[in-house]
């Protein structure tokens, strides 16, 4: 607890949730582990968080741009696409940021 505290989460804010998209494939795929800590709900550049949608959660990570925000995700059906940007809009409510992951493939 003393160690969540020194890097500024507190322990009751936390959560662990398996992954169960390729969003944001390779850096979280499908069954890793994450971390989010519920208090972190600010978008921070080049922070990965998790993002309320119509069907479910959605992990993105935020970049900021010309003062907008935007996130980033990966094409699954396209995978040689690479990263694509959409406009995030603060009705868009952040759940929070991921801290940590723990990835099951070897």
């Keep these: 607890r003393a160690?969540?505290?020194?890097?500024?989460?507190?322990?009751?804010?936390?959560?662990?949730?398996r992954?169960?998209?390729?969003?944001?494939?390779?850096?979280?795929r499908a069954s890793d582990v994450v971390v989010v800590d519920r208090g972190q709900r600010r978008p921070r550049?080049?922070?990965?968080?998790a993002v309320a949608g119509e069907d479910g959660v959605l992990w993105r990570r935020f970049r900021q741009r010309?003062?907008?925000?935007?996130?980033?995700?990966?094409?699954?059906?396209?995978p040689d696409q690479g990263a694509r940007l959409v406009a995030w809009v603060p009705e868009q409510p952040?759940?929070?940021?991921?801290?940590?992951?723990?990835?099951?493939?070897?």
């Design 19 to 28: 992954i169960d998209s390729d969003d944001l494939a390779p850096q979280l």
């Design 45 to 49: 550049d080049g922070g990965v968080f």
């Design 3 to 17: 160690w969540l505290a020194r890097q500024g989460h507190d322990p009751e804010d936390l959560c662990a949730v």
């Design 94 to 106: 952040l759940l929070g940021l991921v801290i940590h992951r723990q990835s099951v493939i070897i």
């Design 66 to 78: 010309d003062g907008a925000w935007w996130m980033e995700y990966a094409c699954a059906t396209v």
